[in-house]
Every structure is written in structure tokens, then in C-alpha cells.
């Protein structure tokens, strides 16, 4: 079983960890998003609220690998929470086993390499095999058909 090690940070301290680690960050008054440490991926998930989607936008480049989740709505999509991911490597061993998104965004620290994801939204599941670059971020939008129930989603 993986074990997940949430701790709460303030935005303005992810921000400075960011800075840290990549040499440039960003700050966002008020709030905390929790960030977790799980078999060594640091990952971050939230963007409910204009504060905490600003902020997550404003260093998603900072990050290896960034998500974001919607489902389609008519003419439009929304974003949507409490997706449930799971992320393997090359090899097929699972990194992250079934974690559940705090909000529509979310922002990884991987190594350079191949990865397998896949996102559960209302029994629906979304597989993406994504490519995490040496530079720069590997941006994945996963988007659910028409009809998927957001309301089971959070």
C-alpha cells in the first residue's frame, strides 16, 4: 500500500519551494493548497477559486508535469474535481495508486521520462501515456464526454 503524507503549506511557501528548487516562483496571498509526498512524486492539486487557479497557472511551468480535468457541458466544458489518479512509469509500477484530485489542476514533480495516467471521473477512465521532457512542462488536459456526472466527482 503507498502511503500518502499530506502536510498543508501556504501558497506563498509553495511558491518560495518552487523558487527553491527551479530558480524562479511565484506568490499568492492567503490559503494553503496540501502537497503531497507519495513513493518520491511531489504533487500538488487544488484550483478551486480564482485565488488558487491563478496561483497553480502562475507556476505550472515550474512543475515537470501538469494536469488539468474537465468534462463537457453543451457548448462549453467544466472543470471538475475529486478525479481519482493513477500514474505508472516505464516499467508499469505504480507511483501514484488512485489519488483524488482537491480541484480541477494538477502539478507534478516527475523525472524525465515515459509515464502511463489514468483518470477516473464517474466510473469513466481516461488513459494517457505522456512524455515529461527534460526542460519545460508536460502539459496533459484530460477531458470527459458529455453526460460523465460531475456530481459524484466532489
Known amino acids: 500500500m503507498n502511503a500518502i503524507r499530506p502536510f498543508r503549506i501556504p501558497l506563498a511557501a509553495l511558491a518560495l519551494v518552487g523558487a527553491a528548487l527551479l530558480g524562479t516562483g511565484a506568490a499568492c496571498a492567503g490559503g494553503s493548497l496540501p502537497v503531497h509526498d507519495v513513493n518520491g512524486v511531489i504533487y500538488v492539486s487544488g484550483g478551486v477559486g480564482k485565488d488558487e487557479s491563478t496561483f497553480l497557472r502562475s507556476v505550472q511551468t515550474q512543475w515537470?508535469?501538469?494536469f488539468e480535468f474537465a468534462a463537457r457541458a453543451g457548448q462549453k466544458s467544466d472543470f471538475v474535481a475529486g478525479v481519482v489518479v493513477s500514474l505508472f512509469d516505464a516499467q508499469g509500477?505504480?507511483?501514484l495508486d488512485q489519488v483524488v484530485t482537491d480541484g480541477p489542476m494538477m502539478l507534478a514533480r516527475l523525472a524525465p521520462g515515459r509515464y502511463k495516467v489514468q483518470a477516473t471521473l464517474d466510473g469513466r477512465t481516461l488513459t494517457r501515456d505522456?512524455?515529461?521532457?527534460r526542460t519545460g512542462t508536460s502539459h496533459n488536459l484530460f477531458l470527459w464526454p458529455q453526460?460523465?456526472?460531475m456530481a459524484s466527482a466532489g
Not at 505522456?130 to 521532457?133: A, G, R, S, Y
Open 130 to 133: 505522456i512524455d515529461v521532457p
Open 93 to 95: 509500477r505504480a507511483l
Open 64 to 66: 515537470p508535469a501538469s
Open 147 to 149: 453526460g460523465t456526472d
